[in-house]
């Protein structure tokens, strides 16, 4: 069955989001909410019809959603629109590129995007509101917090446990069993060989703390 979709926010990584819609098939793109002035300009085809304001009147002619503004270090952005959608009474759904392999023995969160080449195994687990980016991996028995964002061939091994609000880098490692307080940032092509308990940025490898 086809359902209609409002996607919230029209730049860079609603065009990643729409191509991955488009790829299963089970989704009708109906409006593109962003910034007042870009009302009227259209992403991949699609016009962007409103702003964030008319998150409550669109909510009220349409069910399902996606927050598809992305996470570049801070989830501050994505986390007000989740939490907007939701008080507007959307549904926020769950959206997988056709080819992204999630395991049926793992859970994914509501409002969580899974993009191409991205693989979630088994025992895994997604909050709510996260950024499964193009080839990450996301390994047996890991788990990732809410409004997460692991970028674009990052592995996240067994086992390991990401807190919310975290950004793991392009290329990243995070080794098994390693976990992660909230708040973090894992630089681009960091490995993360040590525990994390600490909120702060972390690069290098093995990865160390910012000064």
């Known amino acids: 069955m ?21 790829s299963a098939g089970n989704w009708n793109i109906v409006a593109i ?8 300009k259209r992403v991949r085809g ?24 992305g996470h570049i270090k801070s989830s ?9 959608a939701v008080r507007a009474g959307f549904s926020l759904e769950v959206v997988c ?22 693989y979630v195994n088994a025992n895994a687990s997604i909050g709510v509101n996260c950024i499964v980016n193009t080839g990450s991996i996301v390994e ?17 091994n067994g086992g390991c446990s990401v807190g919310s609000d975290c950004f793991v880098g392009s290329g990243a490692v995070i080794q098994n069993g390693i976990r992660i307080c909230d708040n973090v940032t894992i630089g681009s092509g ?7 308990t600490e909120t ?12």
């Not at 590129?97 to 999630?102: E, K, P």
Request: overall charge negative.
């Open 2 to 22: 086809v359902r209609d979709i409002v996607l919230i926010g029209g730049g860079g990584h609603c065009v990643s989001c729409i191509d991955a819609i488009e």
């Open 33 to 40: 909410l962003d910034m007042p002035e870009h009302v009227g």
């Open 46 to 69: 699609y016009t962007i019809t409103g702003s964030d304001v008319d998150i409550e009147t669109i909510a009220r002619e349409h069910r399902y959603a996606l927050v598809t503004v």
């Open 76 to 84: 501050v952005v994505r986390k007000k629109l989740f939490e907007a």
């Open 97 to 118: 590129a056709s080819s992204a392999r999630v395991s049926s023995h793992a859970f994914v969160g509501k409002g969580s995007v899974i993009l191409h080449g991205a």
């Open 140 to 156: 047996h028995d890991a788990i990732i917090g809410d409004h997460c964002h692991i970028s674009t061939g990052a592995i996240v």
């Open 190 to 196: 960091a490995v993360v060989t040590r525990d994390i």
């Open 200 to 211: 702060g940025i972390y690069i290098g490898c093995p990865a160390k703390k910012m000064i």
